[in-house]
């Protein structure tokens, strides 16, 4: 009996009331102006933990020329030899994270995910880059999920979506300065300078976590606080895995993930390699279309998910949907585009609205596991997504642009870009799915839009 009652705690489905259980007319709890400091902070990390990531795919050419490796060999780099650490890591560390300290978690990260990117400037050969990719998958393991709960308990019900949406910039910010940065060192001096200089910064901001981010309470800023003690391990994990919802959303991001990192760690070399872009066109133009057009499509997801959630927690799944609908024709125009001018142009639809499903399956995920349960959930949601996107998706690009190599020596990776078509519609449907499950919660919770 008390096993079962054990169980019962650990997949306990809501204890902090969602957002659109907030009741309309009433005064949102004032969030301190250091839980603001702390989320700019945690943005900060989150950039760096990008450019690290990034830095990849924007010197791919120059790595390419060097140590002379194949898309496919580049695909598996960027991809699954990544995801392995960064994703499977991920979940004992939330656990750990769960039951210590989640700033201590991070702060440890940020220095080993750092340290390890300038040991790829290093690297002399493939096996060597592998390695030291392996491990700064390895240290971006306890960077995000630590900070998903971390932010989730910093604000109140009713505006996490804003905060993860700001959070969110991370992604598009560090990828921009990872592809200005890290293009304009390399173009001024070697592609491994850019890592070895990146890597240099991050441990000096790993020091700077320590020191300036404080724990917060967990559950603290609920509308109804959990008083339960630490959740098992396993019983996390049987309730993340037996919760539709949650499985849902983790399979509809894993599906948008296939394609923004199949087609994101392939994007710098296809605008230079079949568009005739330069390195120093790509430093300028390519990171302003990141910085600008992803950026917004954060923060304007934030919004919209705070908004219509209120009105039924099914926008957390018909959002991302129809983001993902109206993306498909500028994302197919940017792969036909002829010229690299137009094609950066027609990139700007997809970069704004491919990353909805972000924000929407975190804000999700954190509200509907208890507070002691919300690093490990953040783990699980991106050991599924993470995997079956940042794990397969570069490596099915690389694989096919190889595959194509022998029939269309000069658009192999233009054929390989458009075979990620389908997987948009796989990702829609999965979000539609998962929101008539929510309004069939609602109805059975007695929430009505």
């Given amino acids: 009996m008390a096993g079962e009652a054990h169980r019962g705690a650990d997949t306990a489905r809501v204890v902090a009331v969602p957002a659109a259980a907030v009741e309309p007319g009433t005064t949102p709890l004032a969030t301190p102006a250091?839980?603001?400091?702390v989320l700019v902070i945690l943005c900060g990390v989150y950039v760096l933990n990008f450019i690290d990531r990034s830095l990849l795919g924007t010197l791919a050419k120059p790595i390419q020329d060097t140590l002379h490796i194949t898309?496919?060999?580049?695909?598996r780099i960027g991809g699954l030899y990544f995801a392995l650490f960064y994703c499977f890591i991920a979940i004992p560390v939330g656990w750990l994270a769960d039951r210590t300290g989640r700033v201590k978690i991070l702060a440890l990260a940020c220095a080993i995910w750092s340290a390890a990117t300038s040991w790829c400037g290093l690297a002399t050969n493939y096996t060597q880059l592998v390695a030291a990719r392996m491990m700064v998958g390895f240290g971006e393991a306890g960077g995000v999920p630590p900070s998903y709960a971390i932010i989730t308990d910093s604000f109140p019900p009713g505006q996490r979506g804003t905060a993860l949406g700001i959070y969110n910039l991370g992604p598009?910010?560090?990828?921009?300065?990872?592809?200005?940065?890290?293009?304009?060192?390399?173009?001024?001096?070697?592609?491994r300078d850019a890592f070895m200089a990146i890597g240099v910064v991050g441990v000096i901001v790993a020091i700077g976590i320590?020191?300036?981010?404080?724990?917060?309470?967990?559950?603290?800023?609920?509308?109804k606080p959990v008083t339960a003690g630490k959740s098992s391990f396993w019983?996390?994990?049987?309730?993340?895995?037996?919760?539709?919802?949650?499985?849902?959303?983790?399979l509809g991001s894993g599906a948008t993930q296939f394609i923004t990192y199949g087609a994101g760690n392939f994007t710098v070399l296809f605008l230079m390699r079949e568009k005739h872009m330069t390195l120093g066109e790509v430093a300028l133009w390519y990171a302003l279309l990141v910085a600008i057009a992803m950026s917004a499509g954060m923060v304007v997801s934030g919004r919209v998910i705070d908004k219509y959630v209120r009105r039924t927690r099914a926008a957390y799944a018909t959002v991302p949907a129809a983001s993902l609908a109206l993306a498909i024709p500028f994302y197919l125009g940017f792969v036909w585009s002829p010229s690299w001018p137009l094609a950066v142009a027609?990139?700007?639809?997809?970069?704004?609205?491919?990353?909805?499903?972000?924000?929407?399956?975190?804000?999700?995920v954190q509200?509907?596991?208890?507070?002691?349960?919300r690093v490990m959930a953040g783990a699980l949601l991106l050991l599924v997504m993470n995997f079956i996107g940042l794990?397969?998706?570069?490596?099915y690009v690389g694989a096919a642009s190889d595959y194509f190599q022998a029939a269309h020596p000069a658009h192999s990776l233009q054929i390989a870009l458009f075979t990620l078509t389908p997987f948009y519609v796989i990702a829609i449907i999965l979000f539609l799915v998962l929101a008539r499950i929510l309004r069939r919660e609602d109805r059975a919770t007695g929430v009505t839009a």
């Fill in 71 to 75: 898309d496919g060999q580049l695909g």
């Fill in 235 to 250: 019983g996390t994990c049987g309730m993340f895995f037996s919760h539709p919802a949650l499985m849902l959303a983790a």
């Fill in 172 to 191: 598009p910010i560090g990828v921009a300065l990872g592809v200005a940065f890290g293009a304009s060192i390399a173009a001024a001096f070697n592609w």
């Fill in 210 to 223: 320590k020191l300036f981010v404080r724990e917060p309470v967990q559950g603290g800023l609920d509308t």
């Fill in 34 to 37: 250091r839980s603001w400091l």
């Fill in 391 to 395: 794990g397969l998706g570069p490596t």
């Fill in 346 to 364: 027609l990139l700007v639809g997809p970069m704004f609205l491919n990353y909805f499903y972000l924000t929407s399956s975190i804000a999700l």
């Fill in 367 to 373: 509200e509907e596991v208890r507070p002691d349960q």
